[in-house]
């Protein structure tokens, strides 16, 4: 490890990579929990033996914002999966509309727009 800020995530397949523990827990409620159990730790190590190291990597560089998936296309799902598992996006089983009503209510936004067709072009 290079620095105190940073720990060690060891994927399935042994790879291990560095990451910015700030930047974990500001990114998921999964790293965030993981991390508070192990501050006391010298060395922190999170383990993912779900995911390969290419997986974790890829993950790393979209927290980052290094790199940009589409995670909701079909040939993403293990992506998408993967990402689902670090709850960096949520669980796709989850249902928005009652978030998109109260949420587009407190804005003024109205999300039905063009949904009577007559707001088409």
């Given at each position: 490890?290079?620095?105190?800020?940073?720990?060690?995530?060891?994927?399935?397949?042994?790879?291990?990579?560095?990451?910015?523990?700030?930047?974990?827990?500001?990114?998921?409620?999964?790293?965030?929990?993981?991390?508070?159990?192990?501050?006391?730790?010298?060395?922190?190590?999170?383990?993912?033996?779900?995911?390969?190291?290419?997986?974790?990597?890829l993950l790393l560089q979209i927290?980052?914002?290094?790199?940009?998936?589409?995670?909701?296309?079909?040939?993403?799902?293990?992506i998408l999966e993967a990402a689902?598992?670090?709850?960096?996006?949520?669980?796709?089983?989850?249902?928005?509309?009652?978030?998109?009503?109260?949420?587009?209510?407190?804005?003024?936004?109205?999300?039905?727009?063009?949904?009577?067709?007559?707001?088409?072009?």
């Amino acid at each position: 490890m290079e620095r105190s800020t940073d720990c060690v995530i060891i994927a399935g397949d042994g790879k291990r990579l560095v990451a910015d523990k700030r930047m974990l827990a500001d990114s998921s409620t999964f790293f965030r929990d993981i991390l508070s159990t192990l501050c006391h730790l010298e060395e922190q190590v999170i383990q993912l033996p779900s995911l390969d190291g290419k997986m974790v990597e890829l993950l790393l560089q979209i927290i980052k914002g290094e790199a940009c998936v589409d995670v909701w296309a079909e040939e993403n799902k293990t992506i998408l999966e993967a990402a689902e598992l670090v709850g960096i996006v949520p669980q796709s089983s989850m249902d928005f509309s009652d978030f998109m009503e109260e949420f587009s209510g407190d804005q003024g936004w109205d999300l039905n727009f063009g949904r009577d067709r007559r707001n088409q072009a």
